[in-house]
């Protein structure tokens, strides 16, 4: 390894990615996204907690973005307070996707087409046979009740807190003083009403003969905050696209336009090595998809630049994706074939992780460098590590290596043509 | 032996099945302008990718100034320069840059890049993008950079191909005047009057086979027509070939007898050995 002949390699790699205005392009608009992901921090998103809410808020296909609640004061003594109890107690992280909305009577019968991610509830009261009534619709998109989940947790534990109000104070004004109403068994549980079932069967039970049903305890706890936090999988596809666009889409292809043209032929026959021009290759990509990914992480998360994890996983994933890159580029001839190489690689990759997860088949994702790299970045970008991530790290390290040692040997078995 | 710089010895390249160079033996010597020529296809710019390693011989060995070009691909790189038969520039480099990446690579001085760019007559259109370059401009680029590390062997493949008459003269000295300094070339072309004019020795391949291997004068001695055209008086238009005695006799009794209005002998032509040597002459 000669510096003069490597430094005019890396050079030349320089001087011809600046004048190649698209790749600048494409650099600096990643880098955009990266300040209006860090700059445009909407309500709801991001944070660190970790409920129903958000997990429903971040799926971004599907789910429900806004739920109408209608009702009508008509025939009623019960709706207007309990819409004055339900306004006053909507969460704040649906305070946007939430609208209270009177209409009349005969409307509020009709059906109503609704665009897609739009819900709606619609309270409704009347007589019969002398006994007051109140009827709910939840009316939700088609296919997905579970959509629902994040508002109809407010909306009937809420409902069951305000009706009771009501009922207290009529008695009140009744001058029933020792009605002694149970209250919902606990008011921040999602859990309240299928406790109070647990507990109602027990009590009916046990007015029979004691001890016939046990008494049942439920827990539910989140796993340590794993759920997937949006803004930083954004942020962690941006930095895996950067170090993908360097290493696996630029390397092969600028390399198989240089041998086509026949440059790569003229700079084989010049005193420089193929060793040499192989290692200005292996300088160059991925300091430069590296730099990149660093930048945007940086943006999105200055902290992230200065712990070790994030570091070794970028380094990782870029020896991989050169890795990857490089095989690509000595299986290739021409630079269509190297286009096409990325994006069959790109493609297949996906489907076996696609398939692999929706069809619960075990091992083979973990073959793949894309199953554990966003894992890693990932980890490191929304600050939550843990050691299945130091393993993730581990086994993309050793597909790192395992590509790197395959293009090395396909490399050395094909030659520089 | 001493004075060889290029030896071929029982050549052979293969496509495939395809035979491209067919047992070909070759010397080149030191100081030397050689001259391949052949018709399209007959492995003319094979042989040259032989001697500057880029493909490898099937059968038979080639070596360059002493050194094998297989074992010793790395020793000999920097002895040669090559002008490909097709072009390969950075496009998106000006011809200045595109000279000075391999200056920097063959460790030369930038000034070099100045006094080739000098040679080819190419000085004013050193800043300008390659991408901007006519067919001409570019084969002299290529000349330029293969002469930047003052190599002792020159491959040039159809080196004038694209050139006007000026530029091609301006080859023609530069190679000259690189032969005279003792470096060889090897150029291969289809420009009959071009081999007459500059190359020392000429080898006339076909079908990957050498078919012919001699000077220029040499071959024309041996293969000029000595034929000559008569027009008669009568108008009548007749060929006499003096290597038959019934035409020579035939020639004298016309001549005797005051038949013929005009007599004239045929110029050698390159073109029509050319084509007789390589099995294609019309008759
Ligand atoms: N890469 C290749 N693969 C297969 N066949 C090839 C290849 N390169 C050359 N050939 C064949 O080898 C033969 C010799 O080709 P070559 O390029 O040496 O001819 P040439 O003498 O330089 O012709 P020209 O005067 O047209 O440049 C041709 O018949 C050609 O078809
Ligand atoms: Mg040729």
């Given amino acids: 390894m000669r510096f003069y002949i490597l430094r005019a390699l890396v050079l030349k790699e320089l001087h011809r990615h600046a004048a190649n205005r698209g790749g600048i392009a494409l650099g600096l608009l990643l880098i955009a996204a990266a300040v209006m992901l860090s700059v445009f921090n909407p309500a709801g998103f991001g944070g660190g907690g970790s409920s129903a809410t958000e997990a429903a808020s971040t799926s971004v296909v599907g789910g429900v973005q806004h739920c109408f609640v209608c009702y009508t004061r008509e025939n009623s003594d019960v709706i207007p307070p309990l819409v004055a109890h339900l306004e006053k107690t909507v969460p704040p992280e ?66 069951r807190v305000g009706l009771q109000e009501i009922a207290e104070q009529k008695l009140k004004a009744l001058k029933v003083t020792n009605a002694n109403l149970p209250p919902i068994v606990a008011e921040n549980d999602d859990l309240w009403a299928v406790r109070e079932s647990f507990a109602a069967l027990r009590r009916d039970a046990d007015e029979w003969h004691a001890g016939i049903v046990p008494e049942v305890q439920i827990t ?49 026959l010049s005193p420089a090595s193929p060793a040499e021009i192989l290692m200005a290759k292996f300088l160059f990509y991925p300091v430069l998809g590296g730099a990149l990914a660093a930048v945007i992480a940086g943006i999105y998360k200055p902290a992230v630049l200065s712990t070790l994890f994030f570091w070794s996983g970028l380094f990782t994933v870029a020896a991989g994706f050169l890795g990857i890159g490089m095989t690509i580029a000595t299986l290739a001839k021409t630079q269509r074939a190297a286009f096409m190489g990325a994006m069959c690689y790109l493609l297949s990759v996906s489907l076996v992780l696609v398939i692999c997860s929706t069809n619960g088949i075990p091992f083979v994702s973990n073959l793949a460098l894309e199953y554990h790299v966003p894992r890693v970045l990932h980890a490191s970008l929304s600050g939550s590590v843990h050691s299945v991530h130091w393993l993730h790290l581990l086994a993309a390290m050793a597909l790192a290596a395992f590509w790197l040692v395959t293009a090395g040997w396909l490399f050395k078995r094909r030659g520089w043509q | 032996m001493s004075d060889a710089a290029i030896h071929i010895k029982s050549l052979r390249v293969q496509y495939g099945r395809f035979t491209a160079v067919d047992n070909l033996d070759l010397e080149i010597r030191k100081g030397e302008l050689f001259g391949l020529l052949g018709p399209n296809g007959a492995g003319k710019s094979t042989t040259i990718r032989v001697l500057i390693g880029q493909r490898r011989p099937t059968g038979g060995s080639v070596s360059v100034l002493g050194h094998d070009v297989v074992r010793e691909w790395a020793r000999i790189k920097p002895l040669f320069g090559y002008v490909p038969d097709r072009e390969n520039h950075f496009e998106e480099f000006t011809g200045n840059r595109n000279l000075e990446f391999f200056a920097e690579l063959y460790g030369v001085p930038r000034l070099r890049v100045r006094e080739c760019l000098e ?42 191909a694209n050139l006007d008459v000026h530029s091609a003269e301006v080859v023609h000295r530069i190679l000259r005047e690189r032969v005279s300094q003792g470096a060889t070339v090897v150029l291969t072309t289809h420009d009959m009057d071009e081999v007459e004019k500059i190359c020392d020795r000429v080898g006339i391949v076909c079908k990957g086979k050498l078919v012919a291997l001699d000077s220029p004068l040499a071959l024309k001695q041996r293969h000029t027509e000595r034929q000559t055209d008569v027009i008669l008086a009568t108008g009548e238009r007749r060929t006499f070939d003096m290597d038959r005695d019934a035409d020579r006799q035939a020639l004298a009794d016309l001549v005797r007898a005051g038949a013929t209005a005009s007599l004239q002998t045929r110029e050698f032509d390159f073109h029509a050995t050319f084509l007789k040597l390589t099995g294609q002459a019309f008759e």
């Fill in chain 1, 94 to 159: 649906l305070r946007q996707r939430v609208r209270l909305r009177e209409m009349n009577a005969d409307r509020i019968k009709e059906g109503v087409y609704y665009q897609p991610g739009v819900a709606s509830i619609r309270l409704n009261a009347y007589t019969a046979g002398g006994q007051p009534h109140l009827r709910i619709d939840v009316f939700h998109p088609p296919g997905d009740a579970a959509a629902m989940a994040p508002f109809e947790n407010w909306l009937w534990r809420e409902m």
């Fill in chain 1, 220 to 268: 539910r706890e989140g796993l340590g905050g794993q759920t997937l936090e949006l803004r930083s999988a954004i942020a962690t596809a941006l930095v895996v696209f950067a170090l993908y666009f360097a290493c696996v889409y630029l390397l092969p292809t600028l390399n198989c336009e240089e041998r086509e043209r026949g440059v790569l032929l003229a700079q084989a």
């Fill in chain 2, 119 to 160: 040679m080819v007559e190419l000085e004013e259109a050193g800043n300008t993008l390659v991408r901007g370059y006519s067919l001409g401009m570019r084969r002299k680029l290529l000349l330029a950079r293969a002469l930047l590390h003052n190599p002792r062997v020159l491959y040039l493949d159809e080196p004038t």
